[in-house]
């Protein structure tokens, strides 16, 4: 069982930046690979960006590829995600998801390939 926590969400105007950060609870964070999607009012949860366990692999969605960068650390358990030249459409609620792997390169960019979500934290972008 993995427990995630999200932080680093607020109120930013376009072009700032963020770091949202996730916390995950567990032993075996390491071998989870993880993603980071997004739900605006009105809107399906959408992908943003996935790495694998080992961080050997990361994946973006088009929409953000060159702005957004997914890391992680494993001592820590967690995972982040940098967003630079944030966009009014950017403003959404953020989650964070982890799947348990047995490959160290493996990354999901489909929401029902996850097993463990966070509660997610809001970022606002304003023009």
């Known amino acids: 069982q993995v427990q995630l926590v999200e932080s680093g969400g607020g109120l930013v105007q376009a072009g700032g930046s963020l770091r949202l950060s996730c916390a995950a609870s567990?032993?075996?964070?390491?071998?989870?690979?993880m993603g980071w999607f997004r739900q605006a009012p009105g809107k399906e949860r959408e992908f943003v960006a996935t790495i694998s366990w080992s961080a050997g692999r990361t994946y973006y969605a088009d929409s953000v590829k060159g702005r957004f960068t997914i890391s992680r650390d494993n001592a820590k358990n967690t995972v982040y995600l940098q967003m630079n030249n944030l966009k009014p459409e950017d403003t959404a609620v953020y989650y964070c998801?982890?799947?348990?792997?047995?490959?160290?390169?493996?990354?999901?960019?489909?929401?029902?390939?996850?097993?463990?979500w966070g509660q997610g934290t809001q970022v606002t972008v304003s023009s």
């Open positions: 998801a982890a799947k348990p792997t047995v490959s160290s390169e493996n990354y999901y960019y489909t929401a029902l390939r996850y097993d463990y």
């Open positions: 567990g032993r075996t964070f390491s071998t989870y690979a």
